[in-house]
């Protein structure tokens, strides 16, 4: 098997393989077993009897096929049309082989769980305060295209993050919740991460939930917001918005959304957790990270020199900052910002939306700047553009800048 051709029969005809190389076997104290088809060690089961004699079976045809499929599965083209009892259990024997911590095979292992089994390998990732799991595997994080809840709260991710692409492409149609509080994102990246929304129409067409609270974005940055079509809660909280007659009526007028008196739950941050057959992979990666010893060198090497130089205060106050948090309970209750959609104004609007995404995208714009254009003549702030020229005048210097750059 090591020098020798593979062919495969397929449909009747036979074809020979090329380019492929098996996985090696483990080393074993019997130098004949180097073929990875014969049978092995973990091959046979060992169990005593009541004398205490060691005896074994051997494992089910099934089980060898299973474990050689988990050794190659980077040779694997697809797994669509397999049932879903045969996919979890080939990504447990995956995962016990450690193939995802291998950063050469996880991100195609990965993508090829994802593309067949959509949300039962991961339908939501909790990332708060995770930050250097998200910079360390992103190209892992991107494979999980069928995510419902995603949870970047205190990630860092400031203005300009590579993931913000990732979040407005169809990779995560699916996305209903959101959360991106904490993360020094002001108006400018607000308006980035939504300009291929405003721009192209496409993208974060299901998000209800929106959390984008201890953000120093301000009333500028809601109209960014009028391109999310289903937009049912907001959270606002520790943000530079004061709540008020104004803040009101703005949100009503762009958004639809009334502010709410008591605590949403959907931002009870408590409940949120990652949930998926990758459960235990994503702790893994954490657990992983945290025992490298060559980082825990380069951190007693970079200590050290901050230490020489005299910055280790100023450093360590940067790494170790914690999000924004209240000091207080009752300092929470008072800057608690958050905002839904009433349900009679949500009936009503998904009667009047069509099912198709395309429709219902159109008339939703429109409405929205029929009364973001209303809002603005009772302020007298600038007068409105013409009605032909809505499209052109809606776009900023900008927008036509990240425009030009897709």
Request: aromatic share 8%; glycine share 6%.
């Amino acid at each position: 098997m090591d020098n020798s051709a593979i062919y495969v029969r397929e449909r009747g005809n036979l074809r020979r393989v090329g380019g492929i190389v098996l996985a090696q076997p483990k080393p074993v104290s019997s130098c004949r077993r180097t073929n990875p088809l014969v049978l092995r060690k973990e091959h046979f089961i060992f169990t005593y009897n009541a004398e205490g004699s060691l005896r074994y079976t051997t494992k089910s045809l099934f089980d060898i096929t299973l474990l050689f499929v988990a050794d190659n599965i980077h040779h694997v083209d697809s797994l669509v049309g397999f049932p879903e009892q045969i996919g979890d259990r080939l990504f447990a024997a995956a995962e016990e082989n450690r193939a995802f911590l291998n950063a050469d095979v996880s991100p195609k292992a990965l993508r090829l769980f994802s593309d067949a089994y959509g949300e039962m390998v991961l339908g939501s990732l909790c990332l708060r305060n995770r930050f250097p799991l998200l910079h360390e595997r992103m190209d892992e994080i991107k494979t999980f295209h069928s995510l419902k809840s995603l949870d970047l709260f205190g990630c860092r991710l400031g203005d300009d993050h590579e993931i913000f692409l990732h979040l407005t492409s169809s990779s995560l149609a699916s996305l209903i919740q959101l959360f991106i509080g904490g993360n020094c994102l002001s108006d400018a990246g607000l308006q980035r991460l939504t300009a291929p929304i405003r721009i192209m129409r496409k993208g974060l067409d299901r998000l209800q939930f929106l959390d984008v609270s201890y953000n120093p974005i301000s009333e500028r940055a809601l109209r960014y917001l009028t391109c999310l079509p289903k937009l049912e809660k907001l959270d606002a909280s520790g943000t530079g918005l004061k709540l008020g007659t104004r803040l009101k009526t703005i949100m009503q007028d762009l958004l639809g959304l009334i502010h709410s008196e008591k605590p949403l739950e959907t931002f009870d941050h408590s409940r949120c957790k990652t949930e998926g057959w990758a459960e235990q992979v994503v702790n893994q990666w954490e657990t992983n990270g945290s025992q490298m010893p060559k980082q825990k060198k380069i951190e007693e090497s970079r200590t050290s020199a901050l230490r020489f130089f005299g910055r280790q205060k100023f450093v360590r106050e940067v790494l170790n900052a914690a999000t924004l948090v209240c000091e207080s309970e009752e300092e929470a209750e008072r800057e608690r910002l958050h905002f839904y959609r009433p349900a009679a104004h949500s009936h009503i609007s998904e009667k009047q939306t069509p099912s198709t995404t395309n429709h219902h995208a159109k008339p939703s714009w429109h409405s929205v700047r029929k009364r973001q254009r209303q809002s603005e003549r009772c302020e007298s702030s600038h007068q409105s553009p013409p009605a032909k020229r809505l499209s052109s005048s809606a776009l900023t210097a900008e927008d036509m800048d990240l425009l030009n750059s897709y």
